[in-house]
């Protein structure tokens, strides 16, 4: 069985890194291709990188743009493959916690108990998320952000680098909390909020 990672990019070499660790002593090597149209031919971290048509076999989208995340899984889905959840294992998921199909934890993210991520979540390293907090369907977890217990990440949704979310507060679809910004009141659906307390942004 192949593992393709779509998106030959930062976040696609940091995502084979956690499937390298993941890999016990004495395991046989999986195959691992990449998937890039821009880069398909090349070869990255030694792998060959391949058109997305091509792939055949199980998936993970590594690319962080939720809009694109949800193009490309929509696309290799209907083709009939599927969507494989990968796991440093010096992450943390704490007991009674859910992580849907195609999602990616990196090394030293820390999901507390009683969580559910949708599918195709990233949770990227450092990163920590509280106690009976739901993300949604493509969420995205910036490196250092902070999840407080019970918030609600709607679907497509990211939050910046070092980034907080205070507790029990939620933020749309589609919105983007900006890096370093305190988040302390909802956030509606498609809404850019920067700044210590979070504002809309009006760029």
């Known amino acids: 069985m192949t593992l393709y990672i779509v998106g030959a990019g930062g976040f696609g070499r940091e995502t084979y890194d956690a499937v390298l660790a993941a890999r016990a002593d004495g395991e046989p090597a999986e195959p691992v291709v990449f998937c890039d149209h821009a880069r398909a031919g090349e070869k990255v971290r030694g792998l060959p990188v391949v058109h997305p048509d091509e792939a055949d076999d199980d998936f993970v989208v590594a690319i962080a743009d939720p809009g694109v995340r949800a193009r490309l899984t929509a696309e290799l889905e209907e ?24 999602s990616v934890i990196l090394a030293l993210a820390h999901v507390s108990s009683s969580c559910e991520l949708g599918r195709h ?9 509280g106690h009976d907090a739901q993300l949604a369907d493509f969420a995205t977890v910036f490196p250092g952000a902070n999840i407080a217990g019970a918030v609600h990440l709607g679907a497509g949704s990211t939050i910046g680098s070092n980034a907080c979310v205070l507790q029990g507060l939620a933020v749309g679809e589609r919105a983007f909390v900006g890096a370093g910004a305190v988040v302390t009141r909802d956030v509606a659906a498609a809404t850019v909020v920067v700044g210590v307390p979070a504002r809309p942004h009006r760029g």
């Open 121 to 129: 979540v990233q949770v990227n390293y450092n990163a920590t998320v």
């Open 79 to 102: 083709r009939g493959l599927t969507p494989r959840t990968v796991v440093h294992p010096r992450a943390v998921v704490g007991p009674e916690t859910t992580v849907g199909a195609g």
